[in-house]
């Protein structure tokens, strides 16, 4: 059946009289030029994000702490990555009182219930946008997608060094590895949103209900 | 969802006196004009931006067969299975399909306009199979059995009071004319659909041919879900949605973001290649991308409408249109509605029981001008009427009646030439007086319908003719009308 169609929708386009083509002048790509931290800051804010920034990794724990304390989470869940100081957010768990679950020990239908069930997902992000405020994850092997979508409060880590100024930058990097994309590569921009009702805007819809951007490294200017 | 087109008159009325409704549909206008033309003014030369975005619609166009072998290409080696479906029944009858012989009982939504187009939730259910949309707008007007009032927002039209009473009697909450916590009521109840669904069925904003990637840009988290829970992604998207390259792809959607909502970028944006990888643990199993015609070979054939293909569903037109924001979207009775329906319904229903959509434009040319993509919306409805006319069986356009075809015949016969319709202006004008009371002509015989809505204003003592004829002997100049245009009647 899927042939047929295939032939006959394939056939009769090929068939319709073609039009003159006009000549096309795109703009260039972008070509992954670095933005600034305080434009990223200034936009994830718009969006409804809150914005720490940290010079090391190892301050972490205190500004993760500081944040979750008053929130009384019960379960934090981690996709486990190289660049993260493991040992104190486990130690931050532990003095939440916080179940720890590293994301990428867990099989795939424990994944998917840990994740709708757990208060905070930490990832790692691959590339920010400082135009628009915005994380960006390259969901491979050891970044699952579900951690920064099902939690209530999701946190993402993005390295100053990997923050571009434009979405037109972002798309010229995504072509230069064409070649090698993930399954699946997610814009995250401020929280999830609708105004669905009455247009009156309610924050946190399906999505995180709350986004904590932490900016690592970097000169403070 | 079975089209109601033909009862566009009887619709509109109702919708015109429903006061509130009227308003919200200006108010909602307002806004989405206002936020669109903030979101486009952010670019650094709006118009070579939209020009740009306009050129890569029609490009995609001239290129359409071979960017869909190239995107069935590259999506098949990024392990995607790729379906084509003629028609809507057969996309429908094909997921249906696909999804019994998994055993699949319960399946979530992202907002897909195109699975609408459809009718594929009805299809489901009657397979036995659970569906759900996870939109929040979508999701009250499917469980309120709805046509959509806007295309960003389906169920603004709706009073929070109504929402409250349906969510109390579907989900048992207490009532609440709060919309955040109707909100968060919703959030809950569907958590636990996207938790155990067994696929989440997307449309396609745009798609990539040379990665096979498709792109999908939302708000509320509902695709990212339905896309990163269920064990099977399946993505229905009409064939016009090809482009040919990640820049072009990321181009259009950023125009289609901030020509829907207005917003600089929306909160999600996936880029989506293949079924999940080795060693992932979440992300589909099998991602199967269903290829719909329905009716789109049909007007690529046509050179002439082949550029209404080139429509990239934002919504820009609706904020613009007169008639649009006086009657909202329901009244257009399908999918499509604003310009945007007038110009695709009647290309994918059939000329003749969508007429009354394109025949309520009033040609002022504001879609055409807010569209994104370039589609001239008046010049099309030109055409629909020349089918009307003279008759379209491919695009089921029932000849006009003879006494219509008459009436046009004569018409065309009198503009021919300058000395008839001057002749013939003296007689309308010579009739209209008559008929004239108190400044203005209420009816009309044999134009009951076209007075129905409107009055005529009487004919001035003079025409713009003898008018003018006067200021040139008052001014002692040589009249020489001969040649000249004619204004009047």
């Known amino acids: 059946m899927t042939s047929k169609a295939r032939e006959e929708i394939l056939g009769r386009l090929k068939l319709a009289q073609p039009v003159n083509p006009v000549p096309m002048q795109l703009s260039p790509p972008g070509l992954g030029l670095p933005g600034e931290i305080e434009k990223f800051t200034e936009a994830a804010q718009q969006g409804a994000a809150t914005v720490f920034r940290i010079e090391r990794i190892e301050e972490l724990e205190d500004i ?76 491979r092997a050891q970044s699952p997608r579900l951690p920064s979508i099902a939690p209530p409060i999701h946190i993402g880590l993005v390295w100053a060094d990997d923050i571009l100024d434009s979405l037109h930058d972002l798309t010229g990097e995504i072509t230069r590895q064409q070649d090698h994309l993930p399954g699946a590569l997610t814009i995250i921009s401020g929280v999830s949103r609708t105004a669905d009702i009455n247009l009156n805007v309610t924050l946190g819809m399906h999505g995180p209900l709350e986004l904590v951007i932490i900016v690592i490294g970097g000169e403070k200017s | 969802m079975i089209p109601q087109t033909e009862r566009f008159k009887e619709l509109a009325r109702e919708n015109l006196n429903n006061l509130p409704q009227r308003q919200l549909a200006g108010q909602i ?48 080696r990024a392990g995607a299975a790729v379906h084509w479906a003629r028609d809507g029944e057969e996309a429908n009858r094909l997921i249906s399909r696909l999804l019994q012989d998994k055993g699949i009982k319960l399946a979530v939504k992202g907002k897909s306009m195109v699975s609408e187009e459809t009718g594929l939730n009805h299809v489901l ?17 499917q469980q309120k059995h709805m046509t959509p009032f806007h295309i960003v927002g389906p169920a603004l039209h709706m009073p929070v009071s109504e929402i409250s009473q349906l969510f109390v009697d579907i989900m048992g909450i207490e009532p609440t004319d709060s919309p955040e916590q109707l909100g968060r009521a919703a959030r809950n109840y569907l958590r636990q659909k996207f938790a155990q669904a067994g696929v989440g069925i997307t449309g396609v904003n745009v798609a990539v041919a040379e990665t096979g990637s498709i792109l999908l840009v939302e708000n509320e988290g509902n695709i990212r879900l339905a896309t990163s829970s269920p064990r099977i992604h399946i993505a229905l998207m009409s064939i016009e949605k090809v482009v040919a390259s990640i820049d072009e792809a990321f181009k259009v959607a950023d125009v289609l973001i901030k020509s829907c909502t207005g917003q600089k970028i929306s909160s999600y944006i996936s880029m989506i290649t293949g079924p999940r990888r080795e060693g992932e643990l979440d992300g589909p199993e099998e991602l199967h991308i269903v290829l ?11 050179p002439e409408l082949r550029d209404v293909l080139r429509c990239i569903r934002c919504g820009a037109c609706l904020g613009v249109c007169p008639v649009y924001t006086r009657i909202g979207g329901m009244a257009y009775g399908w999918v499509y509605s604003g310009p945007m329906g007038a110009v695709l319904n009647p290309l994918l229903l059939g000329i003749s029981c969508t007429q009354d959509l394109f025949q309520a434009c009033t040609q002022c040319g504001s879609c055409q001008e807010a569209c994104p993509a370039g589609i001239k919306h008046t010049q099309m409805y030109h055409r629909y009427r020349r089918m009307l006319l003279q008759g379209n069986s491919a695009f089921k356009a029932h000849k006009a009646s003879p006494w219509e075809s008459l009436a046009i015949k004569i018409w065309a016969w009198t503009m021919g030439s300058r000395r008839r319709y001057k002749w013939g202006g003296l007689k309308v004008r010579f009739f209209l007086k008559i008929r004239a009371r108190n400044g203005s002509i209420k009816s ?6 076209w007075f129905e809505h409107r009055d005529l204003p009487a004919p001035s003592s003079q025409t713009f003719r003898q008018w003018w004829s006067k200021q040139e002997r008052d001014a002692g100049m040589a009249v020489n009308c001969e040649g000249g245009q004619a204004h009047d009647i």
């Open chain 2, 292 to 302: 719909l015609d329905n009716g789109r070979t049909k007007i690529y054939e046509d």
């Open chain 1, 64 to 139: 993760l702490g500081g944040y979750l304390e008053p929130k009384a989470v019960s379960s934090i869940m981690v996709a486990e990555d190289a660049r993260l100081p493991l040992d104190s957010i486990k130690n931050l768990a532990a003095r939440l009182k916080a179940i720890y679950i590293d994301a990428n020990s867990l099989d795939e239908l424990s994944l998917r219930e840990a994740a709708f069930n757990c208060d905070v997902g930490i990832t790692c992000c691959d590339l920010g946008i400082a135009q628009t405020g915005s994380l960006v994850i390259f969901h």
């Open chain 2, 444 to 449: 009309m015989p044999l134009m009951k319908g």
């Open chain 2, 125 to 141: 259910e009657e397979a036995g199979i659970e569906v759900f949309e996870g939109d929040l707008g979508e999701f009250i007007i």
């Open chain 2, 29 to 76: 206008a307002i806004l989405f004009r206002m936020l669109r033309g903030f979101a486009i003014q952010s670019y650094p030369d709006p118009a070579a931006v939209m020009q740009e975005a306009a050129q890569i619609r029609q490009r995609s166009l001239e290129r359409l067969p071979a960017l869909l072998e190239q995107f069935e290409q590259n999506a098949a």
